[in-house]
């Protein structure tokens, strides 16, 4: 097999592995994006202050904005130097060691929360779950 076609089964493997992550962090980011927004506008409801639709839609954007620099890019600028037909049989290793790790985690990963599906919920819903199952609510 060609350096070039380990480097693009490498590549293949950590997009799939960024995308799963990606996805996680993002719902983690829009809630929190959310949650300011509402923040924000009952700052204003207590301050006796009524927004226009622009006001809103410029609170929303601005928000918007304060988050977006958390949003994770792929960066591969490191790898490029393995982007190349013929390479040594030591660094063919590694790719093939490094694609097979990144598919490994990435199906592990698929298969805890499969599997375990509270293990990837957080401390509250789990409290809340437990309280439910036996007939409680937790207060809010």
Same mark, same amino acid.
């Given at each position: 097999?060609? /350096? +070039?076609? $380990?480097? !693009?089964?490498?590549?293949?493997? =950590?997009?799939? %592995? @960024?995308?799963?992550?990606?996805?996680?962090?993002?719902?983690?980011?829009?809630?929190?994006?959310?949650?300011?927004?509402?923040?924000?506008?009952?700052?204003?409801?207590?301050? /006796? +202050?009524? $927004?226009? !639709?622009?006001?809103?839609?410029? =609170?929303?954007? %601005? @928000?918007?904005?304060?988050?977006?620099?958390?949003?994770?890019?792929?960066?591969?600028?490191?790898?490029?130097?393995?982007?190349?037909?013929?390479?040594?049989?030591?660094?063919?290793?590694?790719?093939?060691?490094?694609?097979?790790?990144?598919?490994?985690?990435?199906?592990?990963?698929?298969?805890?929360?499969?599997?375990?599906?509270?293990?990837?919920?957080?401390?509250?819903?789990?409290?809340?779950?437990?309280?439910?199952?036996?007939?409680?609510?937790?207060?809010?």
């Amino acid at each position: 097999m060609s /350096g +070039k076609n $380990l480097f !693009k089964n490498m590549y293949k493997a =950590l997009e799939k %592995s @960024v995308a799963a992550s990606h996805e996680t962090h993002l719902k983690e980011i829009l809630k929190k994006q959310d949650a300011l927004v509402q923040y924000k506008r009952m700052q204003y409801v207590n301050a /006796g +202050k009524q $927004l226009s !639709k622009e006001e809103d839609d410029k =609170l929303v954007e %601005s @928000v918007r904005n304060t988050f977006a620099g958390q949003m994770q890019k792929i960066d591969v600028d490191l790898l490029k130097h393995l982007d190349k037909e013929e390479l040594h049989p030591v660094e063919i290793e590694h790719v093939t060691n490094i694609t097979t790790f990144l598919d490994s985690q990435r199906e592990y990963v698929e298969l805890l929360e499969r599997y375990n599906p509270g293990i990837s919920m957080k401390q509250t819903d789990k409290v809340r779950k437990t309280a439910r199952r036996v007939g409680l609510e937790v207060p809010e």
